[in-house]
């Protein structure tokens, strides 16, 4: 039975055979930053015309626990600046978290300034194990010129970026899975977890994961109900799916979810369920292999 609430994850991971979950898709930020996020958040319904109470407003040691309860054995703290000059920052920051937090994988992140190039390699040599590219936040072309050394790096060094580039929840200057394909069709071999499956264009999503051997999608906010009101899953999702069992992984978007963990691991129990060829073999794929392999966990 998946979990009925938050308090049922750990047991329900552990019945899978699992080691535990890794998440890809986890939001830890300095404080100062943090604190705007949420700011933001409380006035969802003026920015995304819908209420978007945080769930785990809690402190950062709070947290840290509450993934651990989850029975989360690795997760990816993700950053990302929405202005110039605040990157390199913002990865000396998570660096020095994720040495304090066991769990907590060191992540990196950029953003099209002359430094990116430097300040990326030094993440790369420092033993970041992803990064993750905001496109709508950041509001810039991810065919930016200065972008392109960038790209080539994590191509290079065959590390996932995890990146939002989807229209959802809001449409950006530069958003949209076909400005994203450009980027591919220059760095074919580019390792691109696409957030939140690319809503609200999940069929694009889908078909970038075929026509591009990186390729990825994560899971994050996806089939739960506060979206699919919006932004509805295709007819034939759990079909697709089991054609590429090994290209989803785990991202959850905590703390800054309007529900509980617990739903969004519902969600996907769901359509394990729904699908013969999916079950607990999927389950296992989304929640642990297949994350601990882009991460490059054992
Ligand atoms: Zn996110």
């Known amino acids: ?31 100062r930053v943090l604190a705007k996020v949420w700011a933001y958040f409380d006035h969802a319904s003026a920015n995304y015309g819908v209420d978007w109470p945080i769930h785990y407003r809690t402190s ?5 626990e509450s993934l651990r309860a989850f029975g989360v054995r690795a997760f990816a703290p993700l950053v990302y600046p929405h202005k110039p000059g605040m990157a390199a920052w913002l990865n000396d920051w998570v660096r020095a978290f994720a040495a304090e937090v066991p769990e907590a994988v060191t992540t990196a992140t950029f953003f099209p300034e002359p430094e990116a190039e430097t300040y990326v390699r030094q993440a790369i040599e420092a033993g970041a194990r992803c990064f993750k590219s905001h496109v709508q936040v950041g509001d810039f072309d991810p065919r930016d010129e200065l972008l392109r050394p960038v790209w080539g790096q994590l191509a290079d060094a ?24 450009e980027v591919l069709r220059e760095h074919p ?6 957030a939140h499956a690319g809503m609200p264009e999940y069929d694009h999503a889908l078909r970038l994961v075929r026509r591009w051997p990186g390729v990825h999608l994560d899971t ?17 999702w759990t079909a697709q799916l089991a054609d590429l069992p090994d290209r989803i992984a785990l991202g959850t978007d905590f703390p800054n979810i309007p529900y509980s963990y617990a739903e969004q691991l519902r969600a996907i129990a769901g359509w394990a369920e729904s699908d013969d060829r999916l079950g607990a073999d999927f389950l296992r794929s989304v929640l642990h292999d297949t994350p601990a392999r882009l991460l490059g966990l054992s």
């Open 1 to 31: 039975m998946p979990p009925g609430s938050d308090a049922e994850v750990a047991a329900w991971v552990r019945d899978l055979g699992l080691p535990g979950l890794v998440d890809l898709h986890v939001h830890f930020l300095p404080e």
């Open 158 to 181: 065959d590390l996932p970026v995890i990146v939002h580039c989807g229209h959802g929840p809001l449409p950006g200057t530069h958003t949209g899975l076909d400005v994203f394909e």
């Open 60 to 64: 950062e040691p709070e947290r840290v």
């Open 220 to 236: 994050t906010m996806v089939g739960v109900e506060f979206t699919t009101t919006l932004s509805p899953l295709p007819k034939d």
């Open 189 to 194: 071999r580019l390792v691109a977890v696409i």
